[in-house]
């Protein structure tokens, strides 16, 4: 049956959903699900470590004076809004934009969320036009958050706007596009997966085994002795079977992977597939937990944006605490190297990188970065023998020719700068169209019409490593709640125990014995119906057990968003704004066609040799 | 499906019956205390599975009694005949060598064996499943029946006057050198004969079957080929040799059941006096007794060799037909209304728990 569930409906139905998913639940932070990630402490609060974080102590004078220009606006644009003075708001707003491109900020995000609940009390008062203006503000402030478009794809489909679509689209590819969006997809999304593959294999376990039971039984009055086996077999099993209930699904699935060994004439590997998934458990636990823990961090959340190219305001200062705590992230060092010297202050930025340089000898990034900070503050011979080096070390991205091609040229050397130039276009015309338009507006020698390159993500992902105090009781918590233990270590080692058993037993033998118990064993018609009309059910039915298992894993996968469990999952059903209907008539279609597809795709002999 | 009693009496035409309608199936033969399984194909007999030895391991010892060298660590491990073929012939070290006749053979005499030596004084149940069985085509035999049961009969009524020929401890020589045309049996004893051995000795060397060893020994005996000498201090030694030969038997599996490092032998006296033995099985599984009688003690045997008899300890003397529950056991183990029943019971028992107590660790995701 499984070759007639097409794939080319099931995997972009997956993805679409991981997708969704890990969106979802960003959503669900976002309307307080869970707590947010936690303010940075003020300036103040921080003292600097050693000699080598002198520099970051104290606002610098530009910073602060943008940040006071820009709140200034904010509270500008707030008071016109009152006077419902649309044209000074948009006047502020085009203002704001302005700065935010001067400092190099992609996203004002706070300003447009707020821009944007503007726009829905508007709606809320049937105002359309002024929604639609204030969705058009927000989205002005904030052109590449992809919560901000997904946010603002839901008023536009409210307000009735035709760019619904447009929108929508713009924030899930955005979201592919940012790491930070990225890893945080990938580590809220484990639970819901475990889950959906958990309640899968438990589902095809129990239609398995109920079909099984007599080889089952057959198997077990083996162990017993001859005079009393056929009164205790059957007790023994359904004990058995039964007790894992009251002890949790983890532990369920660990004895019904092992009662399932006993039901196979040749080995299946739902065993195998059992085993593995409470192993899994064991593994996934700490990599969740900890996960979680470290994208709370604000700093964290801020490195893992700034390494995507993505700067917003604050990110100083949370990248200072951050790295207050881990002074031996070079990622952390190398974000902060770029932030300052997008930020203008190039001799803090220098320290910085040089310390980033220090801690991560074999990448070239912030030695880069330091050869550009030389061509900023007028260097441009020492930031050409700089990049020389680094081109001879085999540097040779399009960012990099560009950066080599603007100090060249700075070097009035055009022949040179005008080679680096057309090789940074071969390599990457739309970037370096992008930095060409903002040079012209800012000037040759600005930061911000710079091409700085990402922070390494394996540098990025070796600060996860530090350890978080938090999320090792929430570790011992969650243990203690599925399994009745405090380290995850002994759910693998449980997981671990039942795949060995699955690749040492051997179940011909003990079949042998067994073979003429219940030989003449049929399920009841009404139970065999029954399980055959259950999607997947006649797979379990044919001994495909496994099959069973992973369709079994999609249906609760699919199922998820619906029910809205676990939470990583609530609100995930809202953002298909529109689509609700749509998800639920193709689950069920789905549903069904498994159903009815699985109930005709054995033949009746198939059905008689059962 | 067949079920019924099965005893010494219908034993002949049930197997007739199988065989003249050349059925597939498996005869599951269950004694109160363990079960057995003949296997047939197309009406004839083409394995025995016993739970407790398995075939591998008696085809094993059979080759090992016969100086194919030492037993295979795993060989209880093993799952068909053609396993065990493999692993003698890849084996490492000084061994003879196992050629596929051989070893066909050897598979013969043991299923012939077991068919021999099932003991229907007490009636059984069977149950004939048809069904395609699985079996190993490559080496296992396909005999008839009707050889069977004949064999059966001659081993009965030429039992007694082997055993006045041969009696346990007898040192057994060539008088002559052949030149008779000599059966395949009888062949295979004059090649174990190379030196004067004692029964015990020869039969545990040999891998014949019983009724084979049988044959071909009375033959020779009858064509003067054998000296038969009877030590005079045996007489005195005779629980000793009745061990020996327990032990051989042992080895040559005719105890069908019996784990043999569960054996112990004591002296029993009888009425008259006369020293008889009693070998007793302590088996868990097994609880029977088995009755081995000397013959040299007793002067008068009745059976073959030694008389074996499995009795159900404490029932002794109640009757042929087993206990109301002994059958209920074997009815529980064929009756669909127990996996029903589980199956139910699972079911129901997932509905309720999951719903009632899984709340509490589902709580926090």
Redesign the interface.
Known sequence: MVQLMPKAIVLPLISLFLILLSLGRLDAQEQGAEPAVQAPPSASELAPADSAESYISGYRDRYVESETEMKQLWISLLGAREERDLRKVNETAFALEEIRTQLGYDNLENYSNELLAFAQKELDSQNREGAAFYLRKALQLSPSSPMLLLHAARVADKSGGSEFNGLYLKGLLQGVRQRHTLVASSIRVIYPLMWALTLGFLAAAIMYLSSSMARIIGVASTFAPGRIRGFVAAPAVSLLLIAPLFYGPIWCMAVWSIAALLATRDKQWLTFWGGALVCLWGLVIPIREHGAAWLGDHGVDTLLRVSSGVFQPGDEESLRVMLKQNQGSGAGWLALGEVLMRSGQYEHAHQALDRASRLMPSHSEPRHLLALISFLTGRSAEAADQMKQLESEGLGSAGFYFNYSKVQFDLLDTAASRELYDRANSIDRELVQNLQLKEEKLGLANPVTLALDRVPFTAVLRSALVSKTNSESQIAARCMNLMGFKRPLYISLLGAAIMLMFITFSTKRRLSRSSSYFSEYRLPPLLYGTLRLIPAGSLALNDRPSRCFLLCAVISLLTLPLIEWPVETQNLIHLLRGFELHYTFVFWFFVLACSYLGFNSFSSEDAEQR | ?LTGMLNSENLSSVLRGISQKRQNG?M?IS?????V?VVFSAGKVVDF?D?VS?GCSEVMRRLSNAGYGEEIDDVG?M?TYSDLFRALNNRSGEHRLVDEETFKKVIRHRILDRLYMLNLDHSAIY?F?I?MP?YDRDFSPAISVGQILLDRVALETDGERFVKRFKPGCMIALSTSGGDALSEEEQAVFAALDKPRTLEELRSRLILSCYHFQSALLSLFDRAALDVNFPESATNQASELSCELVNALEESTERPYIASDQLKVEPEFEPNGQPQETARQDD???SRVLHVTSPAASGAPKSVGPVVNLTDEGEEGEGLAPSF??I???????S?A??????????A??VV??VG??G??????
């Open positions: 499906m498996l599951e004694f109160p205390d363990g079960a399984t599975i739970p398995p491990e799952e149950s499943k069904q699985e868990p599984l097994t529950l002994t209920l056991n074997v009815k529980l183990l064929n669909n127990v996996p029903n029943t589980s199956v139910i019971l699972l079911l028992a997932a728990v999951a107590t899984w509490k660790y589902l709580k926090g995701f």
